[in-house]
């Protein structure tokens, strides 16, 4: 009997081992906030980050072929986070960014078509799907709906409802992580008032190369954390204007991103972070997928330095072939001396 009893004793612990290598099932991490910080394992968390899509050259679709390398340089650079746009639904992607020390901020759309979306519920498909995973801190709603009230009949108020009753339901389903929002820079007293089950307020912010006042006004509207989920500078100038030559100018870029990176973690009381805006050049968003164009949109981008041109091919810190531009190592500086 007493064999028998060790037997299962040591089956039971074998289970017990190989089911928690599974980082599906497995996760003891937390992730919370108090006051104005988000806390992973009770201990404060900043955001060293950057908006992740990855497309190839001649390609209009997300692909994850250059992980690896990908990967490596963030790394170097000190990135702590990545920010996507849509989720990945595939767990050796995340297993990857997981192993690699990284973080994801996991975006959902409005209206996907039904896939993983606000508009359906499907997204809590995903969240609970990857509730568990170590890679996830925090699940966000939208990317700068306020923008378009059009999309939501022409009343602003909709998008609320829909990102307020959104959040609730992620938070019933997975208490363990932040609900977060990409809000078009400070969010107004009508967004607040309609959205109080948002934990944590990501910001695009474009002014210029100072985020400005947005860190105290936020201090006087909410005792909540922020972080910009979106800010930066392209590497293409549209004319030659503020000592800057017209054309591709890496030097531009890089000294834009210095000084809005130093204004950022000069104020880490208030903020929780960024992630820059982007990783590489996107060559899908502005003419042929297979050349690099000047051009491209983006609402209220008029704050762009250091031309007030959103050239949307440009934005990377590194180029499409994974080649460093010079804000590569601006980027490096401060976020691997950012405590």
């Known amino acids: 009997m007493q064999r028998i009893t060790q037997i299962l004793i040591i089956a039971i612990s074998a289970m017990m081992f190989f089911s928690c290598t599974s980082r599906s099932h497995c996760d003891d991490e937390s992730v919370n906030t108090s006051e104005r910080q988000i806390l992973v394992n009770e201990t404060p968390y900043i955001i060293k980050g950057i908006c992740y899509h990855p497309v190839p050259k001649g390609n209009g679709s997300r692909d994850f072929s250059s992980l690896p390398d990908d990967m490596a340089l963030m790394r170097e650079a000190g990135i702590n986070t990545i920010r996507v746009y849509s989720p990945i639904d595939d767990m ?20 996907q078509n039904g896939y993983y979306d606000i508009l359906s519920g499907s997204l809590i498909d995903y969240v609970e799907k990857y509730k568990n995973h170590p890679a996830i801190l925090m699940w966000e709603l939208g990317n700068e709906y306020n923008y378009h009230p059009e999309w939501f009949g022409g009343d602003i108020k909709n998008w609320y409802q829909a990102l307020n009753s959104a959040a609730a339901k992620i938070q019933k389903s997975d208490p363990a992580h932040p609900v977060t929002t990409a809000h078009g820079d400070l969010p107004d007293s009508l967004a607040l008032a309609m959205s109080p089950n948002i934990d944590v307020w990501g910001m695009n912010v474009y002014r210029w190369d100072n ?28 004319a030659t204007m503020n000592g800057y030559e017209m054309g591709p100018n890496e030097k531009a870029q890089a000294d834009a991103n210095r000084k809005i990176l130093e204004d950022i973690f000069n104020n880490l009381d208030i903020c929780s972070g960024v992630t820059l805006f982007a990783f590489n050049d996107e060559w899908w968003k502005a003419g042929s997928h297979d050349t690099q164009d000047p051009g491209g949109w983006a609402p209220e981008s008029g704050g762009v330095p250091y031309d007030g041109a959103a050239n949307e091919e440009y934005w990377g810190i590194v180029s499409i ?19």
């Open 211 to 238: 985020p400005g006042d947005i860190f105290e006004k936020w201090s006087e509207e909410s005792r909540k954390p922020m972080y910009l989920a979106e800010a930066g500078a392209d590497s293409y100038m549209a």
């Open 92 to 111: 050796e992607v995340l297993d990857k960014i997981d192993e690699a020390g990284i973080k994801v901020i996991t975006g959902f759309g409005y209206n």
């Open 321 to 339: 072939d994974r080649n460093k531009k010079l804000t590569f190592d601006v980027v490096k500086e401060i976020y691997t001396k950012t405590q």
